[in-house]
């Protein structure tokens, strides 16, 4: 394994690095304050079309696609860095780039498993980011960390399949802009085998039958940079046959496939939080004092930020390992070490955002300071993609099986 940056991944790295200093971070302001004037919070503030503008211009623009007829052709281990630094600004910076969640996974759905006619209409503005999208799978009745639990109905009716279910944490669907969903549901709820009974098909939010409810909080966060998380209702909602992603039955396999690179890239993204974090405590240490000192000079304060420094080259390069193995042996030959990302890094980051935002006083729950948002963003990850225990559950059974 070699995890040096090749020439590319550099030259890269220091424009998106210029890019973040010069445009992102001094946008975040200002960003909150258009939002503020928006007729609707969910509109896109001016300031973030910029950014998607200059970011185009620049070449920094779909970097997270592998394949290059689609966007940079960059591999994962090449990606990886690129994504820890957007994770410094983690709801203004991938949007910037077109990098953005869940976007990036329905774009390589459509990719790897879309149709000519799927691909024009729907990845083609994707790409272009002219619309969002989101990816309707996880329910309130059910406990969705197992897929196969899904209730949600996918039934033939001739030439079109009905759509009856309630979703919710819908990321992406309170953003006007977004034009389509990927539903997941049941097609063949009776089968024999249960992890065929799935299928996938692309419904556009103006669908008769498609309600937009309302935008579940995290937190108390809205999240509107990121479109929000919403309570979506699909009552025999219509769509052609031919909106069906990939086949019948094919529904389970396809959220894997689009669910590992989507683990991995929070788990890169969340590096880059930490970054942050790491940054924030050591600013606020060296101006701040406190017991006739500053709190640099402090035992404890000087123990948090030395091993929040050996977490994060920790998980940096078990992020790093499992790019490399994605790259080489692919998703299922890294299963372990995905499961193993997706379980050690948001733990690590909470541990380390909250020591931050203990450093920051009352200023570090204020919205002064980006850390209480990061720290619900990274609570959340916890829970999204997949719980820690489901994780763990699977990664102890793959070792256990050694022994049996």
């Not at 975040?28 to 998607?52: G, I």
């Not at 690129?82 to 991938?94: D, N, Q, V, Y």
């Amino acid at each position: 394994m070699d995890f040096a940056f090749d020439a590319r991944t550099e030259e890269l790295r220091d424009r998106l690095l210029a890019f973040m200093d010069e445009y992102v971070y001094p946008a975040e302001a200002v960003a909150e304050e258009q939002r503020a004037r928006l007729a609707s919070p969910w509109d896109t503030p001016a300031v973030v079309e910029e950014l998607k503008a200059e970011a185009r211009r620049q070449g920094l623009w779909n970097l997270f696609l592998p394949d290059a007829g689609y966007g940079a052709g960059l591999t994962n281990l090449q990606y990886a860095p690129l994504a820890e630094i957007t994770g410094r600004s983690p709801h203004l910076a991938p949007t910037a780039t077109n990098c953005a969640a869940p976007d990036t996974g329905n774009m390589e759905v459509l990719a790897q498993f879309g149709t000519e006619e799927q691909r024009k209409q729907w990845l083609e503005p994707l790409l272009a980011g002219e619309i969002r999208s989101a990816f309707a799978m996880t329910e309130p009745e059910v406990a969705s960390s197992d897929a196969t639990n899904i209730t949600t109905h996918i039934e033939r009716d001739g030439d079109e399949y009905v759509v009856t279910g309630r979703k919710w944490y819908i990321s992406g669907a309170m953003n006007p802009d977004c034009a389509i969903f990927i539903v997941m549901g049941k097609t063949d709820p009776d089968g024999a085998d249960i992890r065929r009974q799935q299928s996938m098909v692309l419904v556009p939010r103006d669908t008769p039958g498609v309600t937009v409810k309302r935008a579940m909080r995290v937190f108390g966060y809205e999240d509107h940079s990121h479109g929000g998380h919403a309570e979506v209702v699909f009552d025999h909602a219509r769509v052609p046959v031919s909106n069906l992603v990939g086949e019948e039955g094919g529904g389970f396999a396809i959220a894997q496939a689009r669910l590992g690179p989507g683990r991995i890239h929070h788990c890169m993204r969340l590096i880059g939080m930490a970054e942050r974090a790491i940054e924030l405590m050591c600013r606020r240490a060296v101006t701040r004092t406190a017991f006739g000192k500053a709190l640099a000079q402090q035992g404890v304060v000087q123990n948090w930020i030395a091993d929040a420094r050996v977490t994060v080259e920790q998980l940096r390069l078990l992020v790093l390992k499992t790019a490399w193995l994605m790259d080489t042996v692919g998703n299922k030959g890294a299963h372990t070490e995905i499961q193993a990302i997706k379980i050690a890094t948001p733990r690590a980051v909470v541990g380390i955002l909250d020591r931050a935002i203990q450093l920051h006083g009352a200023g570090g729950v204020s919205q002064d300071f980006p850390l209480a948002e990061l720290y619900a963003s990274a609570r959340t990850l916890m829970l999204a993609d997949g719980p820690d225990e489901v994780h763990q559950r699977s990664l102890a059974r793959r070792e256990l099986k050694k022994y049996l």
